[in-house]
């Protein structure tokens, strides 16, 4: 895999105006949404980056094209290049916050870091932030955080539905038994440690960690230990970029098997597995919507933009575990102005404090699902005042050599374990930062 060395590119890139496409901030029109698109096609995770921000890019352009906007309301948007850099994630935020007619829709930062650095912000701005499958798992409680959303699962969800199938492979019972959680070591990585210790000690198995520093090359003494001495039932990994094609390596090299390593829905595409080769084959990592073109969203996409000759990029990437995860994270943002419209009038575009109430109303059933494309893409979720995460399914998925496919149907967390967990760490936080938590009792 090549990585490009980590760049201060800045490149805020206004595309030509029309139906597939967005208008400099200068032509936007008051019957237009913008959306800031912050990505990284550069540094060192540009590769893994680079076909999200397709999907999402893409996804709008088919949204445009196939249904002329959302009710009539043209999608606009513009890119703005953030290396994974935490500070030109903020400078990105602030440069594209007031950009088109009522400001920006919604954020979605693509980065634990940026997340953290702009939760506060985009609060005080009163823009909504989309983290779908990252930053704080705690946000998920929306009395504490009424403009950060996480839907559709958190790395807590995600660790307790990875244990849960670890513990479902060995009848049932872990106790007795070895797992190794090996982490990029951030906040990223530290965050589903409260989950991962306080199962290990509900079930009894035996927990080994391993932080990995940036960027996650130098696993070699790591895994010599974890194949050679501690030899775990299992295998973790909260890995992104160079480490997981690494890990996945050095794990065959000790003999670890493949079909006993389990890695994050940022461990699980065709980036992580394509690079070790073989050596992939029978690896597991979890995810929360489908991979592969047979969706008809995906098909869609292809109809309506690519082969129209309008598609983001080199178009190589439609498809892909990360593409089609840009095209989820639209989605739920074109759903959210679609319900907003709803409660505040269709043909409009929405304010963030506007399309804020619509992620809140969101309630994406299998009926709204199969009208966007979705069916069998992804599961249902609901969200509410107090529940900004709405559903916190996890699934697994394994790589053959060629392809992913399924290994373990959708899989509910504990989810009045992981709630209290919520609440505890976002009660914590609002007295910190001196927040009164909203009532959201006689909310929905």
Request: charged share 20%.
């Amino acid at each position: 895999m090549r990585f490009a060395k980590l760049g201060l590119v800045f490149a805020a890139a206004a595309v030509a105006a029309g139906a597939l496409s967005a208008p400099t901030p200068v032509l936007a029109q008051a019957q237009e949404q913008f959306i800031p698109a912050l990505v990284y096609r550069t540094g060192p995770f540009g590769p893994n980056g680079t076909p999200f921000a397709d999907g999402f890019v893409d996804y709008f352009k088919m949204i445009n094209a196939r249904d002329g906007g959302v009710n009539g309301v043209k999608l606009t948007w513009e890119e703005c290049e953030t290396a994974y850099n935490t500070d030109r994630g903020v400078e990105c935020y602030e440069r594209l916050k007031g950009r088109g007619p009522l400001g920006a829709t919604a954020i979605v930062p693509l980065s634990t870091g940026i997340t953290y650095a702009l939760i506060e912000r985009t609060a005080a701005d009163k823009i909504p932030l989309l983290t779908s499958g990252y930053g704080r798992s705690d946000s998920s409680d929306g009395r504490a955080f009424p403009w950060t959303f996480t839907l559709p699962a958190t790395y807590f969800s995600q660790m307790d539905a990875i244990v849960s199938f670890i513990k479902s492979k060995e009848g049932g019972n872990l106790r007795g038994k070895k797992i190794s959680y090996i982490y990029h070591d951030s906040a990223f990585g530290k965050e589903p440690l409260p989950v991962i210790q306080r199962l290990a000690k509900e079930y009894g198995f035996e927990l080994s960690e391993f932080p990995v520093p940036n960027p996650g090359v130098e696993q070699k003494a790591i895994w010599l230990r974890i194949g050679r001495q501690i030899r775990p039932n299992y295998a973790i990994m909260w890995g992104w970029g160079i480490m997981n094609p690494t890990a996945i390596q050095e794990a065959a090299a000790v003999g670890f098997p493949r079909d006993k390593f389990i890695g994050v829905w940022w461990a699980g595409s065709e980036q992580d597995v394509t690079p070790p080769g073989d050596l992939a084959k029978g690896y597991l990592a979890a995810n929360f919507h489908g991979s592969g073109k047979d969706y008809k969203v995906i098909r869609d996409i292809e109809n309506h933009v690519h082969k129209a000759g309008q598609a983001t990029g080199d178009g190589k990437h439609i498809g892909t575990v990360l593409y089609n995860r840009g095209a989820v994270n639209a989605a739920m943002i074109v759903e959210a102005v679609r319900t907003a419209q709803e409660k505040h009038g269709k043909g409009k575009a929405m304010s963030g404090a506007q399309v804020r109430d619509g992620f809140e109303a969101l309630n994406l059933d299998t009926t709204r699902l199969a009208a966007m494309g979705f069916e069998g893409f992804m599961p249902p979720l609901k969200l509410s005042c107090g529940d900004h995460e709405g559903g916190g399914i996890v699934r697994i998925q394994q790589w053959d050599g060629k392809k992913w496919n399924w290994a373990s149907d959708w899989i509910e967390p504990n989810r009045k374990m992981i709630r209290e967990m919520y609440e505890a760490s976002a009660g914590q936080y609002a007295r910190e930062k001196n927040i009164t938590m909203r009532n959201c009792a006689n909310q929905s």
